[in-house]
Every structure is written in C-alpha cells, then in structure tokens.
C-alpha cells in the first residue's frame, strides 16, 4: 500500500498493525469485539442517580402514609358495667378502643356517672378508671354515663336490681327454727351455727337450724339465687334435756331392782321372777334383744319391764348430737315393735352423760334417764352411804352367770328391810329432784 492510502486508513479509524505487538493480541477491530462479546460496564454517575431517585420516591411514600395515618379519627373507648346484688352496687368502666392509641384515648378521658336527674355525679381520677355507683334494690335505676376528652360521649343505662331478700317468717318448732325468706336461696354449704346447730335447707325458700344442746346466739347469713343478700340475726334455744334421776319415789316403802342385760339369757333371773314375782327392769341395747327376741317377751311376759340401753350401748359422751340421738330412737322404736310399747325411760351406757346424750335423749322420744344408788355384788350391797338400803334407792344389779345370786342376796336384804320391789315407770319420779351425773360419771 501506497503512504498516502495508509494514512487515510488510519484517518478513516482503522487501528495501525504494529509488527511488534504482543503475541495473542486480537488484531479485530474494536467495534467488532463489542458485537461478539460482553456488554461495557454501567456508568456510575447513572447508577448514583437511580438510587438516589429510589430515595426520594420512598420518602414521599412514607411522608404519605404519616399524613394519612394522623387524619385517621381516635378509636372511641367502650363502657363495660356490671351489677352485684350482695352489695347493690353497679361498677362501671371505660375499656379501649381498637388500635394503638385506644390506651392512651382511655388515659387522657374522664369518666363521670350520675343517676338521671342528680346534679351530683360520681366521679373517678381524671385518667379513665373504674365508677361504682350504689343503686336501690327492687328497683330500675337510668344512670348517665359522660366521657370527656379526646373522644367525648354519653350514654344512658337501665339497670334492674332485684328485690331485697328479706325474711318473711321466722317459727320455731320442735327441732330448732325454720326460717323462710322472700325467694329462692342458694343451698351453699356452711358450718353449723354456735358450732353445733345444723343447717339444712327443707324447701327452696326455707333454712331450718336445728337446735343444739346450749342456747344459741348468731347471725346466719343468706344468699339468694339472684345474688342479693341477708343477715339475719338468731337465738336459738337450748333443745330440752331429759332429767336423770339416780333415786325415785320412796313411797309405799319402794325400791327398784334394776339390771343391764346381757347377750346371753339368764334362766335362773326368769325362774326368780317367776317364783316371786318381783318386778325388774332390765335396760336392753337392740342388739342384745335382737338376739334373743324368745327370751326376752318371756321377761315381759314375767312382769318385767324394758327399759332404752341404746342400738349398741356404746359411750354416748363420745358421739354427736345426732349420733347418740340415733343410738336411742331408733332402740327406743325397734323394742316398740317386738314387745308392744316403745320404752319411756332409759339408761346412758355405763352411766356415761352429759348434756348432749340428755338432749339426744329428748330427741329419740324418752322421758326419763334413770341412773342408780346402790349396786349389788355376789355377796354385797353396796349403798350410795355406806348405810344400808332405804325406801326409793334405785339397785344395779350387773349381768353375770352369778345374777341369779345377786338377786337372792338383794330380795333378803329387802325383806329384812320390809321394802317393797315396784316397777320402774316415768311416774315412779314424781317429787324426786334430778341429778347431773350418774354415779358412774362423778
């Protein structure tokens, strides 16, 4: 090639071949290698702008969203309220609205109440907080509830108070007091009253509180099924205590031949009575004449008499109320049916009382307890004195294989005497004043 035709190729933008370029070195022109291959990198100043775009963009969007959010109105608070009949109180309080800012509405508000009509409303601390307003029972009360703050309001409520429990008769009868109220009572489980009257509950309306060996004095409480409440205060009397007599009547020159029975017959106690014809009464427990039904219409059929020993003759001192009062009716009833007459009289197992067994007593139906003066050994009679038997002395004679020894020993000391043996009834008593403790008890 010509000088001049290279010089207008390198004026035309053809690169030069230098002979001495690097081995490897593509000899293809640039604009060549742009079509074949990668793309030339982004310029940097371009890329500093779309980022710095891309901020301004989300600014506004934030900006957008705050104005937004702050021309949203205030959630308004709600009212919750609620009546308890035991005190006649309503309780009213503002609860938070929905969102965030539903707490902080509640803290700036102030909440007042009135009964509709009142010029003087009940008010809590001025950040929300709870009212409690006492309304009248048996009656409908309009209250007026006024929210001031950020979300001010009012509102009107209609509360319904049930009526006023009371007690509409108060009775005693035979086993303590029976008090009926003005409608239907919770049957809550509750001690018994002064530590022993018990508490029941014979109808929806009525509580019954049995009486007790001591008087009573106290206040029952009661609550209705529709949630109103009562105090009532009570004295409740000491139930009767069957008098206990150690000694009867001493008229005609009497005394009282007396024996605790056994479980097992004593022939030679029925050949006696039968031979002499001398009265005895024997003080049974149910059990023992359950065993020996026979035997024992023998003994009445003898003239002897039954007296109460009790279903078991346990020591009645160590039961309940209820327990011992059990312990002696239902004996008092099962010797009713088996020899004809329930027995008016009755003797404590082994001489054991106290006021509970002679108030149980009362309560299983008897009359009489009958304790002892003398009791009589095989060959000895031991008098309450030391001085010998005495018209009206009520004689134990104890149940052994020697009874029938005892016996003799006794019906020879009574002739020497000139007494006179006679049954034991509630009228052998009359005059006689009674005693506290048997014998055996001191």
């Given at each position: 090639m010509a000088w001049g035709s290279w010089e207008r190729a390198t004026e035309a933008g053809f690169p030069m071949?230098?002979?001495?370029?690097?081995?490897?070195?593509?000899?293809?022109?640039?604009?060549?290698?742009?079509?074949?291959?990668?793309r030339p990198p982004l310029d940097r100043r371009l890329l500093l702008m779309l980022m710095a775009g891309a901020l301004?963009?989300?600014?506004?969007?934030?900006?957008?969203?705050?104005?937004?959010?702050?021309?949203?109105?205030?959630?308004?608070?709600?009212?919750?309220?609620?009546?308890?009949?035991?005190?006649?109180?309503?309780?009213?309080?503002?609860?938070?609205?929905?969102g965030r800012s539903g707490r902080q509405v509640v803290a700036e508000s102030r909440l007042a109440v009135s009964e509709e009509g009142s010029r003087h409303p009940r008010r809590t601390s001025p950040h929300g907080g709870t009212v409690r307003i006492p309304v009248p029972p048996g009656t409908r009360t309009r209250l007026v509830v006024?929210?001031?703050?950020?979300?001010?309001?009012?509102?009107?409520?209609?509360?319904?108070v049930p009526p006023r429990l009371r007690v509409v008769v108060s009775r005693p009868d035979s086993g303590g007091l029976r008090i009926r109220a003005s409608s239907a009572l919770r049957h809550r489980p509750s001690g018994p009253l002064c530590g022993t009257n018990a508490i029941s509950f014979p109808t929806a309306a009525e509580v019954a509180v049995a009486r007790s060996p001591v008087r009573c004095r106290a206040r029952l409480r009661l609550t209705a099924r529709n949630g109103e409440r009562a105090v009532v205060p009570l004295t409740i009397p000491a139930l009767p205590e069957v008098p206990l007599y150690n000694t009867a009547s001493p008229a005609g020159q009497a005394i009282y031949i007396t024996v605790e029975a056994g479980s097992t017959p004593s022939p030679?106690?029925?050949?006696?009575?039968?031979?002499?014809?001398?009265?005895?009464?024997?003080?049974?427990?149910?059990?023992?004449?359950?065993?020996?039904?026979l035997y024992w219409r023998a003994f009445t059929g003898a003239g002897g008499t039954i007296g109460d020993y009790a279903v078991s003759a346990p020591d009645l001192t160590r039961l309940t109320l209820s327990q011992a009062a059990t312990q002696?009716?239902?004996?008092?009833?099962?010797?009713?049916?088996?020899?004809?007459?329930a027995p008016p009289i009755g003797r404590p197992p082994s001489g054991a009382i106290n006021?509970?067994?002679?108030?149980?007593?009362?309560q299983g139906g008897l009359k009489t307890l009958v304790g002892w003066s003398d009791v009589v050994t095989r060959n000895r009679i031991h008098t309450w004195n030391s001085k010998g038997l005495k018209p009206g002395e009520i004689v134990l004679l104890h149940w052994a294989r020697d009874l029938g020894h005892q016996l003799n020993t006794l019906l020879a000391a009574i002739?020497?005497?000139?007494?006179?043996?006679?049954?034991?009834?509630?009228?052998?008593?009359?005059?006689?004043?009674?005693q506290m403790h048997s014998p055996a008890s001191g």
């Open positions: 071949i230098n002979d001495a370029q690097a081995p490897g070195t593509s000899l293809v022109p640039r604009p060549v290698v742009a079509r074949l291959g990668r301004v963009v989300v600014g506004l969007v934030v900006a957008w969203l705050g104005q937004r959010a702050t021309a949203l109105p205030l959630p308004r608070p709600g009212i919750e309220w609620s009546l308890s009949p035991a005190s006649n109180t309503v309780t009213i309080r503002l609860v938070p609205g929905a006024s929210v001031k703050g950020p979300r001010p309001f009012r509102r009107a409520l209609t509360v319904t030679q106690l029925l050949n006696i009575m039968r031979r002499t014809h001398v009265p005895v009464t024997a003080f049974l427990s149910q059990q023992a004449a359950q065993r020996n039904l002696w009716g239902q004996a008092r009833r099962a010797l009713g049916r088996w020899f004809g007459q006021r509970t067994v002679r108030a149980a007593a009362y002739k020497a005497r000139h007494l006179h043996p006679k049954p034991l009834t509630p009228a052998s008593f009359a005059g006689v004043t009674p």
